[in-house]
């Protein structure tokens, strides 16, 4: 794995009410939704079905050691594609999503 991108939604929204300010009155909670962008490096022999990904765990380890780990529990692939570079590198992006995160 080559990066890491995590997108948090809150689910929540601006409740928009008719009053004479003329303003917003307040917001809705809804469900926190948390997507991951995934970048694989493809191997020269054999290649993952990353479409099919269903229940696994991301782990992702702090770059110092007082920090804790991110791991990110059950995600499952929403959409994998094929990206080349002009260094002869190939990769794969996929987006995943999570059901839960805990730091560890």
């Known amino acids: 794995m080559t990066d890491l991108k ?3 939604t809150t689910g929540r929204k601006l409740v ?14 809804g ?22 990904i269903e229940g696994a765990k991301i782990t992702q380890y702090p770059l110092n050691s007082s920090g804790k780990r991110v791991s990110y529990l059950d ?20 987006t995943m999503n999570a059901l839960r995160r805990v730091e560890e």
Do not use: H
């Open 31 to 52: 469900i926190e939704e948390i997507q991951l962008t995934v970048t694989v490096v493809i191997p020269e022999s054999g290649d993952l079905n990353w479409g099919g």
């Open 6 to 8: 995590e997108d948090v």
């Open 75 to 94: 995600c499952f692939s929403t959409q994998a594609g094929a990206q080349y570079t002009v260094d002869n590198e190939a990769k794969r992006d996929i």
């Open 16 to 29: 928009k009410t008719m009053n004479k300010t003329g303003r917003a009155k307040g917001f809705s909670r």
